[in-house]
């Protein structure tokens, strides 16, 4: 294939999400919280914070188009292991498509037991969100932490990227230890990680 064919064929899918995640943003802009899919400098910091070696699935919520599935992926995830729950039933549709060894549930992440009852055969080894916390009110955030840590294995991440400058959920929540990314500026708009674990 000549060069420039190669270059098209390796960028459409890229512009297509973007279409479609726009598409989905004009429609439900609270829900998708982001105009674009995130950066591959967010999405492998995103997947960085997970151990390949760690036994037992790995949850991501809101995967949208797949930005940081794919960064699992290239970071050495199994998609066997993979756990995709995401509410818009046409993204749900592209993952099927795309990753069709993972497990794709169409569902609501804040109600995380509910969606995944049934569906682990093991504790996590991660849960990884891309969910727009922040147009939540922090008691539905806080409920969302407490469901992923009843499903993780002890001590295993609980990984969320944000645009805002303070953290989605406080650093200093009882037993749980916090740390944060730089700030990723190549990313629109720019983001930090921030990752929680249950002590
Ligand atoms: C900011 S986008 C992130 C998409 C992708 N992870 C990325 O980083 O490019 C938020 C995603 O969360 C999904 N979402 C929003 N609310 C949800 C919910 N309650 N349950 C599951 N998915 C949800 C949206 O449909 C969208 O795909």
């Known amino acids: 294939m000549p060069l420039q064919s190669s270059v098209r064929a390796l960028k459409k899918p890229r512009l297509d999400d ?3 995640f726009l598409r989905s943003w004009i ?8 105009v674009m899919p995130s950066s591959k400098l967010l999405a492998r ?10 036994q037992g699935p790995v949850v991501e919520l809101g995967p949208g188009t797949g930005a940081i599935t794919n960064a699992l992926i290239e970071h050495g995830v199994d998609q066997k292991r993979l756990v995709l729950v995401e509410y818009n039933p046409g993204f749900c549709a592209l993952l ?4 069709p060894q993972a497990k794709v549930v169409q569902g609501d992440a804040y109600a995380l037991r509910s969606s995944l009852k049934d569906v ?3 504790p996590a080894s ?3 969100s891309g969910l727009p916390l922040v147009t939540k009110p922090m008691l539905t955030r806080l409920k969302l932490i407490r469901d992923a840590f009843m499903a993780l294995a002890p001590g295993a991440p609980f990984v969320q990227f944000t645009y805002s400058v303070a953290p989605p959920i406080p650093k200093s929540l009882p037993g749980v230890s916090t740390e944060a990314s730089e700030r990723i500026w190549m990313n629109l ?3 930090r990680v921030w990752v929680y674990r249950k002590r």
């Open 18 to 20: 973007e279409v479609r």
């Open 27 to 34: 429609e439900k802009p609270l829900h998708m919280g982001a």
């Open 45 to 54: 910091t995103m997947a960085e914070y997970v151990d390949v070696k760690a």
């Open 96 to 99: 099927r498509d795309r990753y």
């Open 120 to 122: 682990l055969d093991a």
């Open 126 to 128: 991660a849960v990884v």
């Open 189 to 191: 708009p720019p983001a």
